[in-house]
């Protein structure tokens, strides 16, 4: 059952719940491209294959700086 | 899976193999990836004097630190650092914060020069009169400031925190658009010809990826703000960034073979420009550029004439 984890996307600084049970659905499901992100749990940084839960404190963070 | 090298929790997978390391062989890996590039291309020599051009970003701000920690150890060279304030309202007032905040933390003297003072606008302004795209007022005017004033200042070498990414990117713009001679330039170090008058620039992030400077910068806690210039996605370069990581994300390890590509033909390239390359003074401001008026007197006297 996929869960629903808070998840602040700094880009456009907004935060949401988005229905995920690992970091590469998660991922997939706000369509970003893992290549231009850091994926951030609990303050850490985590690989995609790391599974998630409601509890859990999700940041995304852009790896694209300048032009 | 845990990291290649120990039990612990990985950090991130390394995206041209499959190896997932954790956050301390993560930053030894780094670390010795931009050691190894600046040995493999002898980007830095005994007695350098090395400004760094800084803008409070990721790849900056752990440049600064990674040759800092090497001037402190070795003792071969010297650093300082420069920042060009173009005058982005909303993005460069925040990074040119963190900029100061890391040189007076780190103690390492900090040059400060904005286009509002050296041209009188500030890039915002700038484009409120020029048809031009904000990329190329900003990379033309930038580039011209931090090589007059890496000269002027006594420097012989100006590092960059260029990384892999930026590089895969120049080179397939340049293709793009049948620009060769401009890929002649282009390498770890860049120019091609020798000129009291152009400061050579070093990039030794160039075989690093954009995600693992961004991944380095976040792990070792830099006080930065992740984000993006607003002109950013206007330039050339955002349609190529985004179809080249669509690509990478399909098939891992694309970036590096664009890069390894490169530099088998790069002698090639700088041999066969080289014969036809100048390397000229700009009649108006003196500074180096291969034709008779430099890029940045030609946008400057477009500005004044909109």
Redesign the interface.
């Known amino acids: 059952m996929p869960k629903m984890p808070k998840v602040f996307i700094?880009?456009i600084n907004k935060t949401k719940h988005v229905k995920a049970s690992t970091m590469q659905q998660l991922i997939a499901s706000l369509k970003l491209?893992?290549?231009?992100v850091?994926t951030?749990r609990n303050n850490?940084?985590?690989?995609?294959?790391t599974k998630l839960s409601e509890k859990d404190s999700i940041k995304i963070?852009?790896?694209?700086?300048?032009? | 899976m845990p990291c290649k090298n120990c039990k612990e929790k990985p950090v991130i997978q390394l995206t041209n193999n499959p190896r997932k390391l954790c956050k301390t062989h993560f930053i030894r890996y780094f670390e010795k990836k931009a050691l190894y590039t600046i040995k493999k291309f002898s980007l830095i020599a005994k007695n350098d004097k090395i400004l760094i051009a800084l803008s409070g970003g990721k790849d900056s701000t752990a440049l600064l630190y990674l040759l800092n920690e090497l001037s402190k150890n070795k003792k071969l060279f010297s650093i300082e650092a420069i920042l060009i304030d173009e005058g982005i309202k909303g993005y460069r007032d925040k990074t040119k914060k963190d900029a100061i905040a890391f040189c007076k933390k780190e103690s390492i003297k900090l040059y400060i020069f904005s286009y509002k003072q050296e041209f009188g606008l500030t890039l915002d302004a700038m484009l409120k009169h020029s048809n031009q795209q904000p990329c190329t007022l900003c990379g033309v005017f930038r580039r011209y400031l931090l090589n007059k004033y890496a000269r002027k200042l006594g420097f012989n070498k100006l590092a960059t925190g260029h990384n892999l990414d930026d590089e895969a990117q120049s080179i397939l713009m340049n293709q793009f658009r049948r620009n060769n001679s401009a890929s002649a330039r282009l390498g770890p170090i860049t120019g091609m010809l020798e000129s009291k008058n152009f400061i050579k620039r070093i990039k030794p992030f160039y075989l690093l990826t954009e995600k693992e400077t961004a991944a380095y910068s976040f792990l070792r806690g830099f006080s930065i703000t992740f984000t993006e210039c607003p002109y950013a996605s206007q330039g050339y370069r955002w349609d190529v960034r985004i179809w080249l990581n669509t690509i990478e994300s399909k098939y891992p390890g694309t970036k590096h073979s664009v890069i390894a590509s490169f530099l088998e033909t790069l002698p090639l390239l700088k041999a066969h420009y080289k014969a036809s390359a100048s390397l000229n003074s700009c009649i108006t401001c003196k500074e180096p550029t291969s034709k008779n008026i430099c890029q940045a007197c030609i946008l400057l006297k477009e500005l004044k004439h909109v």
């Open positions: 700094e880009k491209n893992p290549e231009e850091l951030i850490e940084l985590v690989t995609l294959d963070l852009s790896v694209i700086s300048g032009g």
